[in-house]
């Protein structure tokens, strides 16, 4: 079975700060992808970034980079120069290999940007 | 804007009812996936669609049903309503490739409400 941890309910950071989400994955699979998802308070399930298991390189997405360490299957996101619009729910997502399509989402943490 | 649409976005209906919610995926995209958001559970797969063909199935309920048309529009059908089934329901839908890696693109989501 495949499971995603986030182990920070919520977190709050400083406008124009950075904050880091943590993220722990577990897969049998060697061919996989991972993702981060924003849900604001308008429910959309909006993709911020992917990655994909088999490059080592870490994806980067303006503002949004991930530090992916395959090894330790840990995936987290960093928010850099944090916005106001960041609020939001952010939910970590794994998809397996093989024949499995279905995204395996962690419980999500809540992020706060105060101004 | 994903370019996934769902209608309605929100529905009230009365325990042991039947409702059915549609989900029109991005242009090109031929696989759906159904996905139940609820404050317990989180975000749960149901069932996924491949270009009209039931690929795998999640913790779908026997009294839910879905079905992807030649068109590639999808329905999923929810009978025998109880209290437990209110729950933000989203379709999400990705690229033709198989291994969805390059990530599942949400619509905007149904709230359904059961009194």
């Known amino acids: 079975a495949q499971t995603v941890t986030q182990s920070q309910p919520e977190m709050s950071v400083q406008e124009a700060e950075t904050v880091t989400l943590s993220c722990t994955y577990d897969?049998?699979?060697?061919?996989?992808?991972l993702f981060w998802y924003k849900q604001p308070p308008s429910r959309q399930m909006i993709l911020v970034i992917r990655?994909?298991?088999?490059?080592?390189q870490n994806a980067t997405e303006n503002r949004f980079s991930v530090n992916f360490q395959k090894a330790a299957k840990s995936f987290s996101l960093k928010i850099s120069d944090s916005q106001l619009g960041d609020t939001a729910m952010y939910f970590c997502?794994?998809?397996?290999?093989?024949?499995?399509?279905?995204?395996?989402f962690g419980k999500g943490t809540l992020l706060t940007v105060n101004p | 804007d994903s370019g996934v649409t769902q209608t309605p976005k929100h529905l009230i209906t009365a325990t042991g009812q039947r409702v059915t919610l549609r989900c029109s995926p991005r242009?090109?995209?031929?696989?759906v996936y159904w996905y139940q958001q609820s404050l317990d559970q989180g975000l749960q797969f149901l069932i996924h669609y491949y270009n009209g063909e039931e690929r795998a199935k999640g913790n779908i309920l026997e009294r839910f049903s879905a079905q992807q048309f030649p068109d590639l529009h999808s329905e999923l059908n929810l009978s025998s309503l109880e209290l437990g089934d209110s729950a933000l329901y989203f379709c999400?839908?990705?690229?033709?490739?198989?291994?969805?890696?390059?990530?599942?693109?949400f619509g905007p989501g149904t709230r359904l409400t059961v009194l």
């Open positions: 897969t049998s699979e060697s061919n996989y992808y």
């Open positions: 990655q994909e298991a088999y490059k080592q």
């Open positions: 997502a794994l998809l397996g290999g093989g024949s499995n399509y279905k995204l395996t």
């Open positions: 999400a839908s990705s690229v033709a490739s198989l291994a969805g890696g390059w990530g599942q693109f």
């Open positions: 242009s090109g995209d031929l696989s």
